[in-house]
């Protein structure tokens, strides 16, 4: 009797979060063998150091869909190994003998800000999106070894996305918990976030404007009403355009209300305002809109200074030695099977094509649905509203391009079984080397923050709300 078996593949992926976690997933049901290599210790990527840490519920969940991918069997786990500094990227794809090689490291480097200069003062009054967001969740970690920033009162925040919202409302949260501790009242930003800057002041007798906060400025060079926080469906006609410029204004209204930041739109940053070595400010003209053009208009210059300056303006891969790039990003030539230059065996799925974190929820949902998912991600959506899943569009997109990539596999010529031993042999020395044993429910276990003192406490309001709301029991998860 003749026995015929699927030919061994061995596809190795750089970055375990949601686009490397979903590829994994992918390929290892289709029986073919995958090494998830991940700098960090856990590999929840933007979930963990993107997401602002107030969306605790999201965070339990996302990590647990990550896990249960990079827990089937055929997946090997690499972690704490950084390609291009721990790996080499050309021995990666040509000494180590894989099928494959997909690159799912996201988009972690700030696009710059864009004023010649400005690189000198980064950590000198310039601070990018990627690091203040990864310092504000880790910060009050014990073990945390990370940049340090302070959260000053009137920073100026570059920006518009959804991102640079985040940011302004980590600025406001951190500046109200701090004036309302300071005058005695017991809250924290799960609470401030939740139920916002207004009502938390409302509850204990007392106006914002006691407080003296004046707020950060968000500045933003098209108008209020192009800020991509809303999508219109595709080929839109312009009473749906108006509609969703409406939208648009309505969540950024209601944002700036519950959180009182400042927004100044149509203005462009021309230069720095400079002072003892330290960036004190921005130049700033008002903007001509037209279209997606947003020119500085002649002599309308002024100066906007400030204790901070963020720039908040997108996020692109980051430069790994040996990795071609073309622009900003690396060189793949297709979005729906992304395959790297001349390569027939390097491909990348995820952020680290495009770098768009903001992708069109609208091609995946209609744009009621979309529009939901966002005003909840920021704050703004009508109370009982049940949270959608923010991420779905990230991971539906990994999916296509991951399936993409495993019919390209299987159509590769096989390993034979010593190539795949020798592959696997290699990667347990990795392993070994980090002190990873294999066993991945008891690394993550090792790893995982616990919960602090106020999200406890605020986890515990919610239980006791839920309860008293619909006398049901209330599980929370995120307790377990
Ligand atoms: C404010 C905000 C708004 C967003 N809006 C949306 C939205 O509307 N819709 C949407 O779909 N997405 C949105 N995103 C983006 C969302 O975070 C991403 O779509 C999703 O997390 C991308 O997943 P990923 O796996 O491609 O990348 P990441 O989550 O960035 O994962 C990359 C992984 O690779 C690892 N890695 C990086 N470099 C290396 C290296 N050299 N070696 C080894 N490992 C490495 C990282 O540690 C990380 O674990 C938003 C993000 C933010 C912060």
């Known amino acids: 009797m003749t ?10 992926i750089v970055g375990g979060a949601i686009a490397g976690s979903v590829a994994a997933e992918i390929l290892a049901d289709n029986g073919i063998h995958v090494v998830v290599i991940e700098q960090n210790k856990k590999p929840y990527g933007k979930i963990e150091d993107g997401l602002p840490r107030w969306h605790l519920e999201q965070r339990k969940q996302e990590y647990s869909r990550i896990d249960a991918r990079l827990r089937k069997p055929g997946v090997f786990l690499l972690p704490c190994t950084r390609l291009g500094r721990d790996l080499d990227f050309q021995d990666l794809c040509h000494n ?7 690159l799912a490291n996201g988009a972690w480097r700030d696009r710059e800000l864009g004023i010649p200069g400005a690189e000198e003062f980064v950590d000198k009054g310039l601070v990018y999106q990627n690091p203040f967001i990864y310092w504000y969740n880790h910060k009050n970690e014990e073990d945390y070894t990370g940049p340090h ?14 991102a640079s919202i985040d940011v302004a409302k980590i600025l406001q949260l951190e500046n109200y918990e701090r004036v309302l501790r300071a005058r005695g009242v017991q809250t924290n930003v799960y609470e401030l976030e939740k139920k916002g800057v207004p009502a938390v002041c409302k509850m204990h007798g007392i106006t914002p404007e006691d407080l003296g906060i004046k707020g950060c400025l968000l500045i933003y060079r098209r108008r209020g ?9 595709e080929n839109a006609t312009p009473d749906q355009i108006a509609k969703t410029e409406a939208i648009r204004q309505k969540m950024l209204r209601l944002a700036q209300e519950k959180y009182l930041f400042r927004v100044q739109d149509r203005r462009v940053a021309t230069g720095l305002l400079v002072e003892d070595g330290r960036l004190v400010g921005l130049k700033v003209a008002e903007t001509k809109v037209e279209g997606r053009k947003a020119e500085p208009v002649a002599g309308s210059e002024y100066q906007l200074r400030a204790p901070m ?25 297709h979005e ?21 974190g903001n992708i069109r929820s609208s091609l995946l949902h209609s744009q009621e649905v979309a529009t939901k998912l966002i005003e909840n991600y920021i704050g703004v959506a009508d109370e009982g509203t049940t949270p959608a899943r923010f991420y779905a569009g990230a991971e539906a997109r990994g999916t296509a391009q991951a399936q993409a990539v495993r019919d390209r596999v299987q159509v590769m010529r096989g390993l034979s079984y010593h190539e795949v031993a020798a592959i696997e042999q290699r990667i347990r020395a990795f392993q070994e080397r980090v002190g990873y044993t294999g066993d991945y429910d008891s690394w993550i276990a090792s790893g995982t923050a616990s919960i ?11 239980a006791l709300e839920a309860t008293r709301q619909s006398s049901a029991a209330f599980y929370c998860t995120a307790c377990r």
Do not use: C
């Open 336 to 356: 729906t099977l992304p395959q790297y230059g001349e390569s027939d065996h390097v491909f990348g799925v995820g952020n680290v094509v495009t770098g768009q």
């Open 452 to 462: 602090t003192a106020d999200q406890m406490d605020f986890l515990t309001d919610i």
């Open 309 to 333: 300056v963020i720039s908040s303006i997108g996020s692109v891969p980051e430069k790994i030695p040996g990795v071609a790039m073309r622009g900003e990003y690396y060189d793949f030539n």
């Open 3 to 12: 026995m015929t078996h699927r030919p061994y593949h061995f596809v190795a």
């Open 96 to 102: 180590w003998g894989f099928s494959a090689v997909i």
């Open 225 to 233: 009403q192009d800020m991509p926080l809303a999508q219109p469906p």
């Open 149 to 162: 920033y302070q959260a000053p009162d009137e920073a100026l925040v570059v920006g518009g996305g959804l």
